[in-house]
C-alpha cells in the first residue's frame, strides 16, 4: 500500500514506514535516545531528500521521546533540574542550528554536510563508547573493581561557579557544562535531524559524571523539548517538515519505544552503552560507504531545494 507524502514530493510504502517507526521507536525507548541518529539516516537511505529528511525526523523524535521519557519518569529515572537547565541550553543551540540548515541549503552544500557530520560524531563517539563499554564489561566479568572518583577527588567542571545541587543525580556541580552541553546538543540535532542524544548521554556519563540510569530519563526529558522546538522551526522557517510522514512514523514509533523502554530495564548499564556503540558505529559506517562508493548514475539533473524566495 502506497501514500503520496506532500512534502517530499514522492510516493511511498506505508508498511515500510510503519516498520521503520516501530523499530527506531523500540531503540529509543531502550537506549533513551531520540533515535534520530537511525531515523534520519533510514529515511534519506528510503529515497527521502535530506531536507525533508531532518526536519520530519524531528517531528518523529517528540513523540517518541514523550513515550520514551513517560516510561522512564515511572522509574523515577529522570532528573528535572538537570533536564532543565540542559533545555536552557538546548533551545539556544536548536534555533542556530535551524538558521543554519536554510543558509546551507541556499548555498547546496546541505547533503554533504549532513553525512560528514554523521560520519565524524558518530565514528568518533562510537568507537570511544565501545572501548569504555567492553572495558567496563571485562572488568566485571574478572571481579576487578571500577575505578571510582574519590570523594575529595575534583575536576575542572568542580571550579567553574554557578554551582547547582542535583539531587537524583546525587551531583553538586556548576551549571555552565550541562548548558553547553544542551546548546551543543540543540545545535547539532537541529542540522542532522537528531535528538541528540548519542552525543548527549556520553557526555553526561563521562564529563558530568551522571549514573546511567538516570542519564536515560533525563536525556528523554531534555530532547523532548528541544526536538518540539527544531520542529516548529524546520515548519515555519525552512518548510521541510511532512506531516504525513511525520504520522506514520509518530504512531508505529510511539509503540515501539514502550517496548523498548521495558526491554532496556533487563540489561545493565554497561550492556546498553556496548549496545549503543554498536548501533552507532553500524549507521556511521553505511553512510561513509555512501560517501565513498561510486553513485550508479554520475550525472543527474535535479531541483535544489533552497529557501522560500
Known sequence: MHIYLPIAEMSANVLLFLGMGAAVGFLSGMFGVGGGFLMTPLLIFSGIPSAVAVGTGAAQIVASSVSGAIAQYRRNNVDIKM??????????????????????????????????????????????????SINAIQAARSGQPRMARRS???????????????????????????????AFVGFLGAIMGAGGGFIMIPAMIYLLRVPTNVVVGTSLFQIVFVAAVTTVMQSTENFSVDIVLALLLIVSGVIGAQYGARA?????????????????????????????????ELFSITTTLGGPT
Not at 542556530?96 to 536554510?102: A, D, E, N, Y
Not at 549496545?275 to 561510486?294: E, F, N, P, Q, Y
Open 83 to 132: 533536564g532543565a537547565v540542559l533545555l536552557v541550553g538546548g533551545v539556544v543551540g536548536s534555533v542556530i542550528g535551524v538558521k543554519m540548515v536554510r543558509i546551507l541549503r541556499m548555498a547546496g552544500q546541505f547533503d554533504l554536510f549532513v553525512a560528514l557530520a554523521y560520519v565524524t560524531f558518530l565514528g568518533v563517539i562510537g568507537v570511544l563508547m565501545l572501548i569504555e
Open 264 to 296: 532496556g530495564a533487563r540489561l545493565k548499564g554497561e550492556q546498553l552503552r556496548l549496545l549503543l556503540a554498536a548501533l552507532v558505529l553500524l549507521v556511521a559506517g553505511r553512510i561513509g560507504w555512501d560517501l565513498v562508493m561510486t553513485p550508479p
Open 152 to 182: 575529595g577527588q575534583h575536576n575542572w567542571i568542580h571550579k567553574l561557579p554557578l554551582k547547582m545541587r542535583f539531587h537524583r543525580s546525587k551531583l553538586y556541580i556548576s551549571a555552565i557544562p550541562p548548558m553547553m552541553i544542551g
